[in-house]
């Protein structure tokens, strides 16, 4: 809704932006110990601030947040220090030098079915999101006490009673150049709760992340970081406790380092799925993963390309046929707690059988990765294989390298790989290394 220019909606709106000369100061982080692939930007000075007063208490606040954003846009700092309400979609891609000093708590409305037509959509993967950042020099920090909250149980529940409910993503970068996201904590969210798309140039760091369902539906697919077409990013230095995988770097995802993370009850940090959409080309290019805890989870490591068909799948999963490449990705410093799998490469994602992704193996190319310094102890569920590298042809993967692994069973063992289309000689394993898969 525009202002109209009035003396009296210009008093009410200095009533909901007050103005201050001092607003949190922008905390100094730097990408460590590895830096970025490219040098980041230096952000601007803020000279304005918009302070949002919240309207009553479960209201809708969005308007008033939209309009500090449109205040202070072009060098101000926006400050949300109190509990706040959003129940409208915000579509905030128009931002530039601005710092959003998030040190209260930020909640979405529980009303699924207000939310399930307001929502802005995603043709990738079928997302959804209520919020939407975007634009040049942003930076964004919480201070260790700003909170996002997803209210995700009345999610949770509704997506248990009817599976075709989307489930919104907690938070969305849709071309955000430059800039920064820390100190928050992401809470109880619907879905993946970070989706970096269309991105660039961005370093995050200090994030605390926890969701999980208090009733007997599961919370599902909560991914805690996916990026997507984005280029030249950190993660860094974080708390991750949920279910999904912990970071998931989805197609035309380059230049990225993910590095000092905590990891408990996850799906490990994933490169794909990729190859899913016939006639589209994904590349995955320069990650770097480095000084990793896991602990909980499905696997630590992991690779998880479609085959090269839309071949039979089990029930829900849609995908196969796709063509790319993942070149140069290296995971150094591994941490394993009671992972199911240390490792695991496979390029018959959603296959029902191998003999299937054998007949049509997939068409994206795997190629110069490493896997260095793994240890700890997987869980028992597969013991003694304590990971897993299969490729779908020998055409399909090239310099898939292993390098001082020395992952156990808990049985005490000698620890087994399960292996297809692999080169052995380049797989420093421990234990008896390589079996058929």
């Known amino acids: 809704m525009l202002l109209k220019p009035t003396i009296v909606l210009a008093f009410l709106a200095l009533a909901e932006l007050i103005e201050a000369g001092h607003a949190p100061k922008r905390p100094h982080y730097e990408p460590t110990p590895l830096q970025p692939y490219k040098a980041f930007p230096t952000s601007s000075p803020r000279r304005k601030t918009c302070f949002v007063k919240p309207g009553k208490k479960g209201g809708d606040d969005a308007s008033k947040i939209l309009r500090a954003f449109k205040k202070?846009?072009?060098?101000?700092?926006?400050?949300?220090?109190?509990?706040?309400?959003?129940?409208?979609?915000?579509?905030?891609?128009?931002?530039?030098?601005?710092?959003?000093?998030?040190?209260?708590?930020?909640?979405?409305?529980?009303?699924?079915?207000?939310?399930?037509?307001?929502?802005?959509?995603?043709?990738?993967?079928?997302?959804?999101?209520?919020?939407?950042?975007?634009?040049?020099?942003?930076?964004?920090?919480?201070?260790?006490?700003g909170t996002i909250d997803g209210n995700g149980q009345a999610w949770y529940d509704a997506h248990a009673a009817d599976s075709t409910v989307k489930r919104p993503l907690l938070f969305v970068t849709d071309g955000w150049k430059g800039g920064s996201i820390t100190g928050l904590k992401l809470r109880q969210s619907p879905n993946w709760h970070n989706l970096i798309a269309n991105s660039s140039d961005i370093l995050i760091s200090d994030i605390d992340i926890f969701s999980r369902s208090t009733s007997k539906n599961f919370a599902k697919n909560l991914d805690g970081w996916d990026t997507y077409r984005s280029d030249n990013i950190v993660i860094q230095n974080s708390y991750?406790?949920?279910?999904?995988?912990?970071?998931?770097?989805?197609?035309?995802?380059?230049?990225?380092?993910?590095?000092?993370?905590?990891?408990?009850?996850?799906?490990?940090?994933?490169?794909?799925?990729?190859?899913?959409?016939?006639?589209?080309?994904?590349?995955?290019?320069?990650?770097?993963?480095?000084?990793?805890?896991?602990?909980?989870?499905?696997?630590?490591?992991?690779?998880?390309?479609?085959?090269?068909?839309?071949?039979?799948?089990?029930?829900?999963?849609?995908?196969?046929?796709?063509?790319?490449?993942?070149?140069?990705?290296?995971?150094?410093?591994?941490?394993?707690?009671?992972?199911?799998?240390?490792?695991?490469?496979?390029?018959?994602?959603?296959?029902?059988?191998?003999?299937?992704?054998?007949?049509?193996?997939?068409?994206?190319?795997?190629?110069?990765?490493?896997?260095?310094?793994?240890?700890?102890?997987?869980?028992?569920?597969?013991?003694?294989?304590v990971g897993s590298l299969i490729c779908s042809s020998e055409d399909s993967c090239d310099n898939i390298r292993a390098e001082n692994v020395t992952v156990t069973p808990p049985s005490g063992k000698d620890a087994k790989w399960a292996c297809r289309n692999m080169d052995e000689e380049l797989l420093d394993l421990n234990g008896v290394g390589c079996v058929d898969a």
């Open 72 to 145: 202070c846009n072009n060098g101000g700092t926006v400050v949300l220090d109190q509990e706040y309400t959003i129940c409208t979609q915000l579509d905030l891609r128009f931002l530039k030098h601005v710092d959003i000093a998030l040190t209260g708590t930020v909640k979405f409305c529980d009303d699924v079915e207000r939310w399930l037509p307001r929502t802005f959509q995603f043709p990738f993967q079928d997302g959804s999101s209520w919020w939407l950042f975007g634009g040049e020099d942003i930076n964004l920090y919480g201070a260790g006490t």
């Open 240 to 385: 991750i406790d949920h279910d999904d995988d912990c970071v998931s770097f989805k197609p035309n995802s380059t230049n990225i380092i993910v590095q000092g993370l905590f990891c408990n009850s996850s799906h490990g940090i994933s490169v794909g799925s990729l190859g899913q959409y016939p006639g589209v080309f994904d590349n995955i290019e320069n990650l770097y993963i480095y000084n990793i805890s896991m602990s909980n989870a499905t696997d630590g490591a992991r690779l998880k390309v479609w085959p090269g068909a839309d071949v039979q799948k089990p029930e829900g999963w849609i995908g196969g046929g796709g063509e790319g490449r993942v070149r140069n990705v290296t995971y150094e410093r591994f941490f394993n707690d009671n992972n199911d799998g240390a490792i695991k490469i496979d390029q018959c994602y959603g296959a029902v059988s191998a003999a299937e992704c054998e007949a049509d193996p997939s068409k994206v190319i795997l190629t110069d990765i490493l896997f260095k310094d793994f240890w700890g102890t997987v869980s028992k569920k597969n013991d003694p294989v």
